[in-house]
């Protein structure tokens, strides 16, 4: 659904450790995921996509985890670093988009990586 | 190869004033997206252009929002007679292709700031 103006959750974390940031979508016929980090002052960074005939795609040092039946993604980062932190969204492509990607965001999950 | 620009970073402007925002794209891309992100919010789509066309204003408020991407220059997301709830980050992002499983690079954003 659409994100509500509350303040973000935050997710803490050691350095070195694993972290994992969960995501419910609201359209199951959306059928393309990406999940963007975003720094202060910054626009959102591409970090990686996975498409719904997948349900797992890994890249360097994420991975990304889609459970159709219950609408749930998640993005897992190993060895988390101070540079990992930042606002981390996902995002869906509307499934009435006529043929390009009209994203839906979610509402953000802070991560804070502590030495 | 530069990714999208947008200017200004930062813009100021009194109430009843017209705020201009510019987003060039990056070389050869012909798609344009722009956004609205309000403080701790995930970003809302807004509009979607090709050169010359408007595809999809949907979300695109009915009075003084208006947006344009001509054949030559850079797009324009134009908002006259700002209010202060019009103070928001303003991203746009652009693709080679109108794809619905492509994830698309922002840039870094224009803050507005109506007073």
């Known amino acids: 659904g659409e994100s509500v103006g509350l303040h973000l959750p935050t997710l803490s974390v050691q350095e070195g450790d694993n972290s994992i940031i969960n995501c419910a979508y609201s359209n199951s016929a959306s059928d393309y995921f990406i999940w963007y980090k975003q720094e202060s002052g910054k626009g959102p960074q591409f970090i990686i996509d996975i498409r719904s005939n997948m349900d797992k795609r890994q890249g360097q040092r994420v991975t990304v985890l889609l459970n159709k039946t219950v609408k749930h993604l998640s993005l897992q980062i190993a060895a988390t670093q101070p540079g990992d932190s930042a606002v981390y969204f996902c995002?869906?492509?509307?499934?009435?988009?006529?043929?390009?990607?009209?994203?839906?965001f979610g509402a953000g999950t802070r991560l804070a990586v502590h030495p | 190869n530069a990714g999208v620009m947008q200017n200004p970073r930062h813009l100021v402007r009194r109430r009843g004033q017209e705020a201009r925002l510019r987003c060039s794209p990056m070389k050869g891309h012909s798609h344009v997206y722009w956004y609205r992100q309000l403080p701790e919010e995930g970003l809302k789509f807004m509009v979607y252009l090709q050169k010359e066309n408007i595809i999809d204003e949907s979300g695109m408020p009915k009075e003084r929002f208006s947006a344009e991407f001509p054949k030559e220059g850079p797009s324009i997301l134009r908002i006259q007679q700002v209010v202060r709830g019009d103070s928001a980050a303003y991203f746009c992002a652009s693709s080679p292709i109108r794809d619905t499983n492509y994830g698309y690079t922002f840039g870094s954003g224009t803050r507005l700031t109506v007073v």
């Open positions: 995002a869906e492509n509307s499934a009435q988009s006529g043929g390009y990607n009209k994203l839906i």
